[in-house]
Nanobody
Framework: QVQLVESGGGLVQAGGSLRLSCAAS????????MGWYRQAPGKLREKVAS???????NCADSVKGRFTISRDNSKNTVYLQMNSLKPEDTAIYYC?????????WGQGTQVTVSS
């Protein structure tokens, strides 16, 4: 059974930084991609960034130049380094893992950016 455990959320002032981690456990030998999504109150969940097993990355335009996604395949862990945070980055951040035809979500971690 695959489980995703996120950590690293919190409260930060605008302009600050946070680093999110998502560790996947279970029988995972490779994956299609791991990614971060976020959902702000009253808004739809949106994709923030993703990374493939081979290391190809993709980021939403709203976070390009500020957020960086990386992974450690040996630990089945993906990271999201968030710099120059803005109040509009406030949301619950979810990790997602796509393996074959299945996908899994983490429980979410709150990120709050104060102005």
């Amino acid at each position: 059974q695959v489980q995703l455990v996120e950590s690293g959320g919190g409260l930060v002032q605008a302009g600050g930084s946070l680093r999110l981690s998502c560790a996947a456990s279970g029988s995972i030998f490779s994956f299609n991609f791991m990614g971060w999504y976020r959902q702000a109150p009253g808004k739809l969940r949106e994709k923030v960034a993703s990374i493939t097993w081979g290391g190809l990355t993709n980021c939403a335009d709203s976070v390009k130049g500020r957020f960086t996604i990386s992974r450690d395949n040996s630990k089945n862990t993906v990271y999201l380094q968030m710099n120059s945070l803005k109040p509009e980055d406030t949301a619950i951040y979810y990790c997602r893992l796509d393996v074959g035809a299945q996908y899994y979500w983490g429980q979410g971690t709150q990120v709050t950016v104060s102005s």
